[in-house]
């Protein structure tokens, strides 16, 4: 098997990246483009050999990363950070023909926050401290020392973004990590790990391991000598992870699906309701964030959903390297079944596609609206994660918040109001780890980020990142000569 393949013109490694070196598997598997289904790479199929050969490489480079001063680990991340932007066309176009979102959108949005993921964590890590207090006058400090090896699992709907999101503050706190990619999509990460080594990060501590789920990430996420780990993906996958870290009670950070709603009141800008829904069709539907269920106040919900399918059929759906593109391709023909199975099923149980509702040519689903879909049925109880939205109408505050409290989820929630006491009323009874009043997809780093009920376990983002990261001490100094007066 050949070491490297080459997309989108640039030469990616195939293999792992264990210990500061390359590694091959006997076994591979075949990485497809969603855009045409062309074969893009043979990558090595890591499994329980490579997991554990991984982790003792991030084992035995913990003591020395943990040991290497904060500044000079902010400076290593800052040098990765500066690699990322140095080579960002090539991770763009490579991730494109990987996972199919939009090139303009890895270009000037998604890189730049991956360099600016590592620039953050590696700057918080130099503030982050607490004051010290007294007991008594016995002193309180409390520190944030290193857990030890991190297994980060990743998906393939924003790969980079959500990779540099956990190994920063895993990196900057002085942990040392093993990443496994998304099967659908492994290219970037072996592009970071050839950015990282240029960079001066110590051989061991990122390490890289490619593979399925069932079987290098299970192996990974079973590791007696992993300290964290950090998921983002899946509920059924969150509930295997859980139970394998069970055993040793490995921390764990779950950062899992939604189904978060976007309440629209009649005392909305219709228009910014209108674009704020349209924008949900964003790289096809595959986020987790999306407001996916349109909840709209019945005396709107006719001239809303009129402006909506009118605004929705101007939306470009195509090649995503295309710069016109609005719409790309879903990641995989089995998740485009999936995406399917819901809708006929929906369709087969009385909803009426104002939008779409079918297939589209290749790996295309069109851009779908459901209405008349009751609120215990599938399609709204479900995650599609594909570029389909349903539509529920209220009249009432309190049915609007029934109706967006009403699924086992919790990550998100989106509010169109003019009238700012009524946001402040909803909000507080929202279940969901970010709310958005007349905006959305706002964030910032320093914010909390993750979600209630099924939607995650732990919150990550500036100090709530290296809490999950470090173990936190308190350490509590008697005054000088207690004993003295005992
Ligand atoms: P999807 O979003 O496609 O439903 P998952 O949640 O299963 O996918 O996948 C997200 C990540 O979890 C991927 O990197 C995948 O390889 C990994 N994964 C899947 N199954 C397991 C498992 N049993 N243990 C650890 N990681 C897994």
Redesign the pocket.
């Known amino acids: 098997m050949p070491d490297h393949s080459t997309v989108a013109g640039v030469p990616v490694d195939t293999r792992h990246w264990i210990g500061g070196r390359r590694v091959a598997s006997a076994a591979t598997f075949t990485d497809h483009s969603p855009i045409d289904g062309r074969a893009l790479a043979e990558i090595a199929r890591g499994g329980q050999a490579e997991a554990d050969a991984a982790v003792a490489a991030a084992t035995a480079a913990f003591p020395a990363w943990a040991a290497t001063p904060r500044t000079d680990r902010a400076d290593l991340l800052h040098a990765i950070a500066d690699g990322v932007e140095a080579r960002l066309e090539e991770l763009a176009a490579v991730e494109t023909a990987d996972n199919g979102a939009l090139l303009r959108s890895h270009r000037r949005g998604v890189m730049p926050r991956v360099a600016h993921n590592f620039r953050f964590f590696a700057d918080w890590l130099r503030t982050l401290g607490h004051p010290d207090f007294d007991t008594r006058g016995h002193r309180n400090r409390v520190s944030w020392d290193p857990a030890g090896p991190c297994v980060l699992?990743?998906?393939?709907?924003a790969p980079l973004m959500l990779a540099s999101w956990k190994l920063a503050p895993a990196l900057a706190a002085g942990n040392t990590v093993v990443l496994?990619?998304?099967?659908?999509s492994p290219l970037t990460a072996s592009l970071l790990a050839d950015i990282a080594a240029d960079a001066g990060l110590p051989p061991g501590v990122l390490n890289v391991v490619q593979g399925?789920?069932?079987e290098?990430?299970?192996a990974?996420?079973a590791h007696p000598d992993v300290r964290r780990i950090s998921?983002?993906?899946?509920v059924?996958?969150?509930r295997?992870?859980a139970a394998?870290a069970a055993d040793r009670l490995t921390p764990l950070s779950l950062e899992l699906g939604g189904k978060s709603p976007l309440l629209v009141f009649a005392d909305a800008d219709l228009d910014l309701a209108v674009d704020l829904a349209v924008g949900q069709y964003d790289n096809a539907g595959q986020v987790c964030l999306a407001a996916t269920r349109l909840l709209v106040e019945s005396s709107v919900a006719e001239e809303f959903t009129r402006r909506f399918a009118e605004r929705a059929a101007a939306l470009v759906q195509g090649d995503p390297r295309e710069e016109a593109t609005d719409i790309g391709p879903t990641i995989h023909e089995r998740?485009l079944e999936k995406i399917d199975g819901f809708v006929r099923r929906a369709l087969d149980a009385g909803a009426t596609a104002v939008l779409g509702g079918h297939r589209g040519d290749g790996q295309y689903y069109a851009p779908t609206l459901l209405t008349g879909v009751a609120q215990d049925s599938e399609i709204v109880q479900e995650e599609v994660?594909g570029p389909v939205l349903t539509l529920q109408t209220f009249t009432t505050e309190d049915e609007a918040v029934a109706l967006a409290n009403g699924t086992r989820f919790g990550l998100a929630a989106t509010l169109a109001t003019g009238d700012p006491e009524r946001a402040e009323r909803v909000t507080g009874r929202l279940s969901a780890g970010t709310v958005w009043v007349n905006c959305f997809f706002v964030r910032d780093l320093r914010a909390p980020f993750g979600g209630s009920r099924q939607s995650g376990v732990g919150r990550e983002g500036g100090t709530w990142s290296f809490d999950f990261y470090c173990d936190v001490k308190n350490t509590v100094t008697a005054p000088k000569g207690w004993h003295d007066h005992g």
């Open positions: 699992i990743t998906p393939w709907n496994k990619p998304a099967e659908w399925l789920g069932a290098a990430g299970s990974l996420v998921f983002t993906g899946s059924p996958t969150a295997r992870i394998a998740q994660f």
